[in-house]
C-alpha cells in the first residue's frame, strides 16, 4: 500500500478493530464526514486496526497508519507476499512468504512502532485473521500438524494440542489440519479433515480438546467458512460448505459440539453474522434472519453487484460486519440494518461496494487492488 498524502486530518481514535479484505469502488457521501483520507498506488486487500492503528496490506508490504491521523507509522520489508493477520494490545501480527518457495513461511509481530518483537518460522495460512484471545493467539501449523497458541509478546509457545496425520489404513493423504482457526471469545475452533470432516472445540487458555463434531462425511466437501457466536445463549452459528456447493447453516452447542439446528441456504457464498441473539445470513441477494433454534425470522431481498470471473457474469456475495451490536451490511453500498426485521437503518456508503473496518468511533475504508490506484479513507461513525 503505497501512501500518498493526507487529504484532511481531524483527530479521532479507533476503538476495538476488526479484520476484513477490501479491494472495491466506492463512491463516498459528502465529505464533512472525513477524518482523513490517503491516496495509494496500490489499493490495499485487508485491514485491521485497534485503538490507535490501522494496518493494510498490498501485494508485498504491510504499512502502518496513525488512527488519528493517517499519518504513516512504519512498513515492513518487501517480500514475496505479505499479509496482515490481527492487530490486538498494540501488536500486530503479519505473515510473509520468502522469495524462495522452497523456503517457510515466516509469522512476524511488530510494535506500534516498526520494532520486530518476533519472527517465527512454519507452515501457517494467511487466509483468514488470527485470533487472540488473553494475549495468546492462535494458530494452526500445517507441517507439524498441530495448534499452537503463541504468546503474543514474545511468540513462545504457551500450549500445543497436536493432530497427528490420519492412520494408515484410512485412504486419505491430505493435511489433518484444514483452513483457520476462529474464537467465539471463549473457546478456539478448527477445522479437522478425517476420513471425514470434523469441528474440534479447544480451550484458549490450555488448548485441551473439548469435543468434536464432524461437520460432514467426505473429507475433501465441505470448510467452515465463518463462526460466530450466538449472544444470549450457549450456542455458535457455523456457515459450512464447500468452494462451490451447497452452504448449510448449523447451530451448535458450545459445552457438547451437539448439531442442534441444520438449514440449507443453497449454493451461493454466504455471509454471517450474529447480532441481539439472531443468526444473520446474506446469500446472494437474499438477506435472512434466524433465531437460536434455525427458524426464519424475517427475509430481506437485497441489491448486489455483478463481478466478472473468467468472462462470466456472478453476484457479488456482500459482507455482514457486527461492531458494538450495530450491523452493517456491505453490497451496492454500505448500510446499517435492524437485526430485528432486515429493514436499513443509515446508509455509511450510497454506492460502490465498501469493504471496511469499523469501530464504534470510526470507519475506515479502503478502495483499489494491486495494481490500480486506490486510497484509505476514515470517516465518523454516524456521519
Known sequence: MHLGRVRKVVGVAVGVGVVVAVGAVLVLR???????????????????????????SDHQQVVCLDAATGDE???TPSTHLAAVLSMSEGTLLAGDVPEDPKEDTNLRAYTRDGRELWR??????????????????IVPESRVRSIQGLDLSTGEPVWETPYPAPQADVDYEGPLLSGSTFTDGENVYATLV???RQLVALDAATGTELWKTTV????????????????GTDSIAAVVGPLVGEQRLLVIDRASGDVSAEVS???RPAALATVDGTIVVLTGEELRGYSPDGDELWTQTVEVSEMTADQETVLYSGRLLVVDDTLYLDTTGVWTIDPATGERTGTVVDEGVGPFVATSELIVIGDGCCPVPGYVEA????G
Open 265 to 267: 441456504l443453497g449454493e
Open 216 to 231: 460432514d462425511e467426505f473429507a475433501s466437501a465441505s470448510h467452515v467458512h465463518q463462526l460466530h457466536g450466538i449472544g
Open 194 to 196: 478425517g476420513p471425514e
Open 30 to 56: 459528502a465529505d464533512d464526514d472525513r477524518v482523513w483520507k490517503i491516496e495509494t498506488r496500490s489499493g490495499p486487500d485487508r485491514l485491521v486496526a485497534d485503538d490507535a492503528t490501522v494496518c493494510g
Open 120 to 137: 517465527i518460522s512454519g507452515n501457517y495460512a494467511y487466509d483468514r485473521p488470527i485470533p487472540v484471545v488473553d494475549g495468546v493467539a
Open 379 to 382: 470517516r465518523r461513525v454516524g
Open 73 to 75: 507509522l512504519f512498513r
